[in-house]
């Protein structure tokens, strides 16, 4: 297919576009051109507050440079801030930054401060929290997070509450009980479809109940959970993802509704490394190039009810990402640090958002340097 | 029979012993070494955190854990001399600002494990930077001191001549010797020569080097240099914009002067950035002998996704300008560390800390970008296989160091 763009826009999407009528024409035979990809799982409230875990700190990362190089033109920061910090976000990274941010808001008032406040339930407002997504910045906020909370369900359930009123949907990272609590009851009581259940692949068994039981079975309920319409959420990060739970899961046929990153600075030099890497790992593990992409596009954008992103139709902005599928001898590491061998790997050749490149690896947009003397 | 057993026991546990020698064993990389004038396949082991031997065939039952690097290049961590990571949330500026970026971000996977700052902070914030970023890295974050007190701060107060003061700015440096290595000089539109003179002072004081950026419009290039020392440092060597007098003229030729400050000894770096680099520079400078001394990249928020991309992705284009690999690895490794006085740094000498990067050489069809966004086609890219900073692998893209899932 051929792909026009004009302005910030696709114009035009047909077999055969005529080269005369380009202002500058890009030859891409033999690359992948795909929607640009959504990371629907990061956390980019980077800041100076050094007293801070996730919430205007360091470990958070500013995105652009993680995004353009790996084929992401737009991320979901994932409740690194709550209603009551969510606008120095907005002032400080997503109105400075060129790749798209949107966010799922904290149902914690002050975001992911610290594990200390996370657990203070007077701080969780349901009203408050869907007043900020539905009467202020609807356009950006997509969501609400739930996590890193020690106790029962009380802030799954604070979280939905909030969900139902503003009517976007919950992500539950559901870790850190001790002893753990039950994800059937999670998927099949306390959350609605639609809402997403991230760190899929997680392996810490002492907190988290795991998907996949200790002789590497899929639990029967999770495909009756996805059934429902339970999204699950891949959530690399530094530490929720294992092989010993996705690549026996995978085999017997449950795969990940949205392929993420958890991309913060604990994670980025990790196994994740960047979101084409990890496309590739499931590529690796399984998957077709063409459903891992649609995992990264299509079906992030309709879990955040966000239909106008993830395609190339006609109409929209032209967020587009190129890759080169290289064949080789590769390995991919989780966070165990156990690896899988792989023949294939997506490299980034380019991206375009908003129809400018911003990311051109090899120069496939450029004139030769002896032009200038011509 | 008890007698037997005991003896079992101390083999066995003296075994157990000698294999806990190494930490890791790399085994089979093509060693760049500089300092030690190794261009060989070597044998390195690393142990608590240093190097620990080198040899042509290490044991691998000393090791507890063997890296197989056949077919990969070994060099020292490389050094990337400007940079600006003084990270924070203010808008529109460098200094604790948004157009700083975090140093973990983008080092060990361009098996960098030390970078410069370029003087994004001043006497008066350099607390706040090393509080800030320098201390919450795991990258080794050494500093040039901005002769300006509050660094690149924004143009008003950066150009404020009260605040230049050299002798505070000396003061800070004596106090943190170990981070800052020099002073920066770089944004100053005046005529007045008093900040130029005073980052001469402060640095010579110090007897650290000087680094000069091009935002000096009214200095004019031969001037500049004629007041550097030998081992001072000059960036954005390849820029071709009106703010400064490009090292090649229009015909193509580099200018005298410039070539005779290099033959005296200035250190060029590439210095890379946004706007710093242009092949219709490089090229030409390159093929008249002028060789840049080190690979600076000018890391920041507009460079990033820019021509530059990562320091090895400079490197390759100056392999693909026609530089050996060997050349360039050691210009971005021990000649660096020469040129900021760490010579600590740089090489992989027994009893060193064992920063090291392993490199692949890819070979195929690859294109490079200048600040104009033209390009050169080339052979060679250099790709990052692993990182080990302080003897601990921070970056491993895939998985040298792992074990099979099954």
């Known amino acids: ?374 | 029979m008890r007698f037997f057993l005991i003896i079992c026991f101390c083999i066995t546990y003296n075994m157990q012993a000698i294999g806990q020698e190494y930490d890791f064993l790399i085994k089979g990389a093509y060693l760049i070494d500089a300092k030690n004038d190794i261009r060989d396949t070597m044998d390195v082991a690393i142990s608590d955190g240093k190097i620990a031997a080198i040899s042509k065939n290490l044991p691998v039952n000393l090791a507890k854990k063997v890296i197989e690097a056949s077919g990969l290049i070994l060099s020292p961590g490389l050094i990337d001399p400007h940079t600006h990571v003084f990270v924070g949330s203010k808008s529109k500026t460098f200094a604790d600002g948004f157009y700083s970026v975090s140093p973990d971000d983008f080092s060990f996977r361009s098996g960098i494990t030390t970078v410069v700052d370029a003087g994004t902070s001043g006497w008066r914030n350099f607390g706040t930077f090393k509080t800030n970023v320098i201390d919450a890295s795991k990258t080794r974050v050494l500093a040039f001191l901005n002769i300006s007190g509050t660094g690149m701060s924004g143009d008003s107060t950066q150009e404020n001549l009260s605040d230049m003061d050299a002798e505070k700015a000396y003061e800070t440096l004596k106090l943190y010797p170990d981070i800052l290595v020099g002073i920066k000089i770089g944004h100053y539109t005046g005529t007045d020569w008093l900040p130029f003179e005073n980052a001469l002072q402060a640095s010579g004081k110090a007897g650290k080097p000087l680094l000069v950026e091009c935002h000096l419009p009214e200095y004019s290039l031969a001037d500049q240099l004629n007041k550097m020392r030998p081992g001072d440092i000059i960036t954005h060597s390849f820029e071709e914009i009106d703010e400064r007098l490009p090292i090649i003229d229009s015909e193509g030729r580099l200018h005298p002067f410039v070539k005779a400050a290099y033959e005296r000894g200035i250190n060029f770096d590439v210095g890379h950035g946004g706007a710093g680099f242009w092949f219709s520079q490089a090229i030409p400078a390159y093929q008249q002998g002028l060789v840049p001394n080190s690979f600076g990249t000018d890391l920041h928020h507009f460079s990033m996704n820019s021509g530059m991309k990562n320091m090895l992705n400079v490197m390759s284009k100056f392999i693909n300008i026609g530089m050996s690999v060997e050349e360039v690895i050691e210009k971005a490794s021990w000649k660096t560390a020469q040129a900021i006085h760490r010579t600590d740094l740089g090489h992989l000498s027994v009893g060193a800390v064992a920063d090291l990067t392993l490199l692949k050489l890819h070979k195929g069809d690859f294109g490079f970008i200048d600040a104009g966004k033209n390009k050169i086609e080339g052979k060679y890219k250099l790709e990052t296989e692993l990182t080990m900073k302080d003897g601990k692998v921070v970056y491993d893209l895939n998985g040298l160091v792992a074990n099979k899932y099954h």
Do not use: C
């Open chain 1, 1 to 374: 297919m051929d792909v026009a763009i004009s302005g910030k826009k696709i114009i035009k999407v047909a077999k055969n576009i005529p080269e005369n009528t380009a202002k500058k024409t890009i030859n891409l035979k033999g690359y992948y051109v795909t929607p640009g990809l959504i990371d629907m799982h990061v956390h980019v409230f980077n800041g100076a507050d050094t007293e801070s875990y996730i919430a205007n700190a360091l470990t958070s990362l500013p995105p652009d440079g993680f995004t353009f190089r790996s084929g992401v033109t737009t991320v979901v920061d994932a409740g690194s801030s709550g209603w009551r910090n969510f606008r120095q976000f907005k002032k400080q990274t997503i109105d400075e930054s060129q790749t798209r941010v949107l966010a799922l808001l904290n149902i914690v008032g002050t975001g992911m401060y610290g594990r200390y406040e996370e657990q203070d339930v007077t701080d969780m407002s349901p009203t408050m929290t869907a007043n900020m997504i539905t009467k202020m910045f609807p356009d950006i906020l997509v969501g609400i997070k739930s996590a890193h909370y020690w106790g029962d369900f009380t802030q799954v359930d604070l979280a939905v509450e909030a969900g139902r009123l503003a009517e976007v949907p919950v992500m539950v990272d559901f870790g850190e009980h001790q002893p753990t609590n039950s994800i059937e009851a999670l998927f099949m009581k306390h959350l609605r479809p639609g809402d997403i259940f991230t760190h899929t692949f997680s392996y810490g068994p002492n907190n988290r109940e795991t998907i996949v039981d200790e002789d590497l079975k899929v639990k029967p309920f999770v495909f009756e959970a996805q059934k429902r319409g339970i999204k699950f959420d891949v959530g690399h990060g530094g530490g929720a993802f294992s092989f010993r739970q996705a690549v026996p899961a995978i085999q017997q046929g449950f795969l990940p509704d949205v392929i993420s990153s958890d991309l913060h600075s604990q994670s980025m030099n990790s196994g994740f490394k960047d979101m084409s890497n990890l496309l590739s790992k499931f590529m690796n593990m399984g998957l077709t190039l063409e459903e891992a992409v649609l995992r990264a596009t299509w079906n992030p954008a309709q879990a955040i009810n966000r239909k106008d992103l993830g395609h190339l139709d006609v109409g929209t902005e032209a967020d587009i990402a190129i890759f080169t599928l290289r064949k080789g001898d590769f390995g991919f590491l989780d966070i165990r640090k156990t690896k899988i061998d792989g023949d294939k790997r997506l490299e980034t050749e380019m991206t375009i958002r908003a129809g400018r490149v911003v990311w051109d690896l090899n120069g496939l947009s450029a004139p030769y340097w002896e032009s200038e003397f011509k």
